[in-house]
């Protein structure tokens, strides 16, 4: 379908220099709530079910919520990694574990409550886990300067991961396309460039303001792997953009920065 490419080519790049624009103006936490959102996932679930179909969609959906458990695996780790490496090495240790982590969920058995008790945990345990950042009156604390990684790049590297996992997603098959729909490709770039600029503080503030995002992510998987098989696609995608919002409206509400 022709409307389907433009969404792949456009709509993806456009959300991603949205979320720079935000970084900008509000800093990388603001930046990474919104980025936590499935603004990534969200489309590209809706593509591949218009592509592949409604039981296609539920078995991705199902796959999705382990899928958030890697994400946060993905911050941890690099939050972690990026106070003692420098950026490349913190980045190439970084995908190794995720994609061994990844492997592992895909071993467990095939749960939805199981996978929903864990997605739905994830986040949480994800910020409490976090390194703490240092408080500012800290000696020699530096305040952050604005994000300047290059939205172009940003928005490249998005509309190269929404090409590859929707065209690829009948390859993968729905166990892996679920997986890797959540990877992090908004907050991994713009916590990279938050490294390189900011250094590991503001990785921190990134994951912080991912993981509670994810809230919203999660609620987002877990309403399309229920409803899409016994809803309208419009419907069900409809009501997981509102749940995906207020939840993660609420556990902000709760997060300080």
């Given amino acids: 379908m022709e409307y389907l490419i433009i969404i792949k080519i456009i709509a993806v790049p456009l959300l991603l ?30 593509i591949i079910t218009l592509e592949q179909g409604v039981e296609f969609a539920s078995g991705m959906a199902y796959s999705a919520l382990p899928g958030i458990c890697a994400c946060i695996f993905f911050g941890v780790v690099y939050s972690w990694l990026a106070t003692r490496l420098r950026w490349q090495a913190t980045l190439f240790f970084t995908l190794i574990l995720y994609f061994g982590f990844a492997a592992l969920l895909c071993l467990m058995p095939r749960s939805l409550p199981l996978f929903s008790v864990l997605a739905l ?8 886990i976090l390194p703490r950042p240092a408080p500012h009156h800290t000696q020699g604390w530096k305040a952050p300067t604005a994000h300047k990684g290059p939205p172009w790049m ?12 929707t065209e690829g997603a009948a390859w993968l098959g729905p166990q892996w396309s679920g997986i890797l729909i959540f990877f992090p490709v908004i907050s991994g770039v713009v916590g990279l460039f938050a490294h390189i600029e900011n250094g590991s503080e503001a990785v921190i503030r990134v994951f912080r303001g991912t993981f ?16 899409v098989t016994s809803l309208p696609v419009w419907l069900t995608y409809s009501l997981a953009a509102v749940a995906a919002m207020g939840s993660s409206a609420l556990v902000a509400h709760f997060v300080k920065k």
Wanted: aromatic share 10%; hydrophobic share 55%; no cysteine.
């Fill in 17 to 46: 220099w949205l979320v720079s624009l935000i970084v900008r103006r509000w800093g990388e936490f603001v930046g990474a709530l919104v980025s936590g959102l499935p603004l990534v996932s969200g489309p590209v679930s809706l």
């Fill in 121 to 128: 945990g994830a986040p949480l345990l994800g910020l409490r």
């Fill in 154 to 165: 940003q928005m490249g590297v998005g509309m190269t991961a929404m090409i590859g996992e």
């Fill in 212 to 227: 509670t995002g994810f809230t919203g992510a999660t609620t987002f998987a877990l309403t399309v792997a229920w409803l």
